[in-house]
């Protein structure tokens, strides 16, 4: 008997996180009884039982032969995404973000607002529209070090998400793209589509140790399947007040590429990704003779044709980590340990392959 209700009891826990985990993708309708057996491993009468016990729970509501998944009613709380602009979001990445986060937050009962801050050193309003401290701050990365520092100030009165692997070990949470399993994506993409002689083009910099892991990643899976990245083929974007403009930086370095007779390349970002296709276009024909993935993937990259491929910065996968774990922190006080979050990349367009 003990063990029958500990059965019970453990798919009843299954379900509810399962249930909890399409709440917070947007899905509106529970799957089918016959699906979720296959699922779970267990009978049809044991699922059936459990879902009996959510209904009773009011979890879900029972139409017919679905089930409807029920939204909270009551605000578990309030958060703030913090980036830049000036009215309107600057970072397209972080504009798709905020895209797909505002209504996935709103239906799972969370309170948001969007607060935008300056470029400008001498801005004295901090922090923009962000006029009282919310439940939870999620930081989308600044222009600048004052406005992290700005940021870094806010950790003892609220618990803070960074949206960036560089944050890591400095903010309370960190939610971001799996930049290595990135690389190592599109150098599988590469491989598999024939190319043996591909190309990376990535940032310099301590601020930017995600692009290094991109580079990791990528290389380590040539390697694998038995391509060297030369030195040749690895180039790397420099950005300081003595090289402002590195968009002339980077057509050079995909001249070069196309000269020397690379057929692939890895783009760091879908930052001045025009620049980019140009470049190299006008030496070597997309995609026929040469394959091109950038990440990101803006509409920029729907702009060209063929339309460029792209690693997704995966905005809907990170929009619902940042929910399951801002309910979590809302849920348990602010008291959940320290937690890093990877998303898992996703291929983007594709018809530059």
């Known amino acids: 008997m003990g063990r029958s ?15 909890f985990k399409l709440q917070v993708e947007g899905e509106k309708f529970l799957p089918s009884e016959r699906k979720l057996c296959t699922e779970f491993g ?17 979890m879900l509501i ?20 913090v ?38 050193k001498t801005d004295k309003i901090w922090p923009g529209k962000l006029e009282k401290l919310p439940d939870v701050i999620v930081y989308a990365g600044a222009p600048n070090q004052i406005i992290e520092d700005k940021v870094l100030e806010l950790k003892n009165a609220c ?31 590469f491989v598999e589509n024939g190319r043996t002689k591909p190309a990376f083009i ?28 030369g030195l040749k083929s690895r180039k790397m974007l420099s950005v300081s007040s003595s090289n402002p403009d590195y968009t002339i930086q980077l057509a050079k370095y995909c001249e070069d590429i196309a000269k020397q007779g690379n057929d692939s390349l890895f783009v760091y970002s879908d930052e001045g990704i025009s620049t980019v296709y140009s470049a190299i276009n006008k030496k070597i024909p997309l ?28 905005s809907n996968k990170v929009a619902a980590g940042l929910v399951k774990l801002i309910i979590r922190i809302l849920e348990n006080g602010n008291n959940v340990p320290e937690t890093i979050i990877k998303m898992t990349p996703e291929v983007y367009h594709g018809a530059t392959l």
């Open 83 to 120: 980036t830049s602009g000036w009215g309107a979001i600057c970072s397209s990445a972080w504009s798709r973000l905020w895209s797909a986060f505002e209504p996935l937050a709103k239906v799972n009962g969370i309170e948001v607002s969007l607060a935008l801050y300056n470029w400008s």
């Open 202 to 229: 990535g940032m310099g910099g301590t601020a930017y140790l995600p692009f290094l892991e991109r580079e990791r990643g990528f290389s380590n899976t040539l390697m694998e399947a038995g391509i060297e990245l």
């Open 159 to 189: 618990p803070i998400i960074a949206v960036d692997e560089r944050y890591i070990g400095v903010m309370h949470y960190v939610v971001t793209l799996d930049n290595y399993e990135a690389g190592r994506l599109a150098a599988k993409l």
């Open 42 to 58: 267990n009978s049809r009468e044991t699922i059936r039982r459990a879902l009996e016990t959510l209904e009773d729970k009011k």
């Open 62 to 81: 029972k139409e017919a032969s679905k089930r409807f998944i029920v939204r909270p009613k009551k605000t578990r709380g309030s958060v703030a995404f």
């Open 5 to 19: 209700l500990e059965t019970r009891n453990d798919i009843i826990n299954r379900l509810e996180n399962f249930i």
């Open 287 to 314: 995609p026929t003779k040469f394959s091109l993935v950038t990440l990101n993937g803006t509409t920029q990259c729907l702009s060209h044709s063929p339309a460029i491929s792209a690693i997704s910065h995966a």
